[in-house]
């Protein structure tokens, strides 16, 4: 076909003057017509073509959104921050599942065998020290190196992530507190060595070493600790006793401060 | 006036008891500087130094008239630093988009809507504006590359840290790279690592050979070429006395090392001058990476 459009309809077009059906039947013969399509190119403005060009681009390339993320956000965490956060390797589903499904099993040997919540107690601070250590370790990092480099990379982006792991175990080592027969304020001694041990995995890896090998020493430590004090001991949950609880506070302090002198070396690494 | 260069005096950095740089002393100023060395010369252990992220055993460094082991200056070298590291990390299932744009955020743009300007500025700068919504995990591997050198380029930074750019382009991919780098506006001091001379001569005002943690050579390439002047010949049997030989192909050899006398003489390159400079320690496989 050699039908073209005239110049005059073009330049009507161009302005927005022509109805609806006579515009739409002229847009399908430009999407046909290569001559047609560089006539009108010349009469249209480059300048509002570009702004919807970029806008038409923005609206594509615009970041997905994950549910952590638009969660965080909801919960009145800037965009960037909640950006930050939420590639977090250990804020991931498989992570937070295999945790669920370890403390479901712990809440049941509660109520069904022998031990009562010793396994559950012993079980519940070791969650958010994996999750720490998982969080920081730089191997979970894959952008690590370009993240250290970067003035919002280094200490505050450990912080940031360790924080937001701790939080979201904490939360779900809550829920399944509440599923526990019922032991007093015993069922919430784990919270302070939780911190007490998450604090020092942090505190820890500033000597060189990864935060996967500080935190397992640390776990092996906590368990053969609390299973020799129930032997030992004539009182049972000493581990989760008052005086336990003033100890763990006090060693969560301590890691805090060690954290926070040393927090160079989160920044400045002697190796890679 | 803002200190737009850096210096590197007497650094020295072990790893256990394996020697990686042993007293390098160096300054560069605006511009492109080369570092040339073999494998295991040292390079990355260096530029991860005028990166920040890696701190000597001893000596000083200054970027930008800065001191990178004081906190708060370290923090803005950083702001004025863009850094693509040998092998650089990507979190895979993230859009090439989504992985500059969180590179972005950790260097401090809040402010979303001039984020993605800036992130599309350095995208289009790369030649990936194009792909720009494909997952990372999709793009080849010399497109994973310039992906890599977007992210440095983000906020026009003042010290541009490239290790080994070039790596894994084919030529016509390094051509474009060659373009982007030398074309980069404002001047800024810009450090890269290779091992190719091709990109020294093509690229590089200046050039600096290392070679087992020491500095072997520093000047420009026409410089380093002109140390192995007069030290070239060509026959058409291979000469037990060269310091290196190899055919070429049309079936002569080349030679590099004190000629004989009378020995047909050849007009150096730079690739002649760094064999010459680095031979016998180029194939050795080197302690830190």
Same mark, same amino acid.
């Given at each position: ?113 022998? !031990? ?20 920081? *370790? ?102 989760? !006793? ?19 002198? *040393? ?10 | 006036?803002?200190?737009?260069? $850096? ?12 020697? #990686? ?32 992220? +890696? ?7 200054? $970027? ?11 923090? /803005? ?18 859009? #090439? ?6 590179? %972005? ?12 300007? /800036? ?40 010290? $541009?840290? $490239? ?11 390094? +051509? ?48 380093? %070429? ?41 007009? %150096? ?21």
């Amino acid at each position: 076909m050699s039908w073209h459009a005239d110049t005059d309809l073009f330049d009507r077009y161009a302005r927005g003057q022509v109805d609806a059906a006579t515009a739409a039947s002229l847009e399908s013969h430009l999407v046909a017509c290569a001559h047609c399509r560089a006539r009108t190119s010349r009469m249209v403005e480059a300048e509002p073509l570009e702004r919807i060009w970029t806008e038409v681009r923005a609206d594509v390339e615009r970041p997905q959104l994950a549910l952590l993320e638009r969660l965080l956000s909801a919960a009145g965490l800037p965009e960037h921050t909640a950006r930050l956060v939420a590639v977090t390797p250990a804020l991931r589903a498989p992570w937070l599942l295999a945790v669920a499904v370890a403390l479901g099993f712990a809440v049941l040997a509660a109520h069904g065998g022998g !031990g009562g919540p010793l396994a559950f107690l012993i079980l519940a601070p070791l969650v958010p020290v994996g999750g720490v250590a998982l969080a920081y *370790r730089n191997s979970a990092d894959p952008a690590y190196e370009i993240a250290l480099a970067s003035p919002g990379g280094g200490f505050r982006l450990v912080m940031l992530r360790a924080g937001a792991v701790a939080l979201a175990s904490i939360a779900i080592v809550g829920v399944a507190t509440v599923l526990l027969p019922d032991v007093g304020w015993t069922a919430v001694g784990w919270l302070l060595p939780c911190l007490a041990l998450s604090m020092l995995t942090l505190a820890g890896s500033t000597a060189s070493a990864s935060p996967v090998t500080v935190a397992s020493v640390l776990a092996g430590a906590w368990v053969l600790g609390v299973l020799v004090a129930e032997r030992v001991a004539e009182q049972q949950y000493l581990a989760f !006793g008052a005086g336990a609880q003033v100890l763990f506070g006090a060693l969560a302090v301590g890691a805090a401060v060690v954290l926070v002198l *040393r927090r160079d070396r989160f920044e400045l690494r002697t190796r890679i | 006036m803002e200190d737009a260069s $850096l210096r590197v005096e007497a650094i020295e950095k072990r790893f256990g008891s394996v020697p #990686a740089l042993n007293g390098v002393t160096m300054d560069a100023g605006p511009g492109i500087t080369g570092l040339l060395g073999p494998n295991g010369a040292g390079k990355t252990t260096l530029l991860r130094m005028l990166a920040t992220v +890696l701190a000597p055993d001893s000596g000083t460094l200054q $970027l930008l008239g800065l001191d990178p082991t004081r906190s708060a200056e370290r923090v /803005e070298i950083r702001r004025r630093l863009g850094y693509m590291p040998q092998e650089p990390g990507f979190y895979r299932s993230f859009t #090439a988009f989504e992985f500059v744009d969180y590179v %972005a955020i950790l260097k401090e743009m809040t402010d979303r809507d001039e984020r993605h300007r /800036e992130v599309r500025r350095v995208l289009d700068a790369v030649g990936l504006g194009d792909v720009s919504t494909r997952k990372v995990r999709a793009l080849s591997g010399g497109m994973r590359q310039r992906l890599a050198l977007a992210q440095a380029l983000l906020r026009d930074p003042d010290l $541009l840290v $490239l290790d080994e750019p070039t790596a894994g382009l084919d030529p016509e991919q390094r +051509l474009r790279f060659r373009e982007i780098v030398s074309q980069l506006p404002h001047r800024p001091v810009v450090i890269l690592s290779t091992h190719q001379t091709e990109d020294v001569t093509a690229l590089c005002e200046r050039v600096v050979v290392l070679a087992e943690g020491a500095i072997r050579f520093d000047g420009t390439p026409v410089e380093l %070429a002109r140390t192995a002047e007069d030290r070239v010949w060509i026959r058409e049997d291979r000469d037990d006395r060269a310091v290196l030989s190899w055919r070429m192909g049309d079936g002569r050899y080349r030679h590099i090392g004190d000629p004989p006398p009378g020995a047909a003489l050849s007009p %150096a390159t730079i690739d002649d001058a760094y064999l010459l400079m680095v031979g016998g320690t180029a194939d050795r496989e080197g302690v830190a990476a």
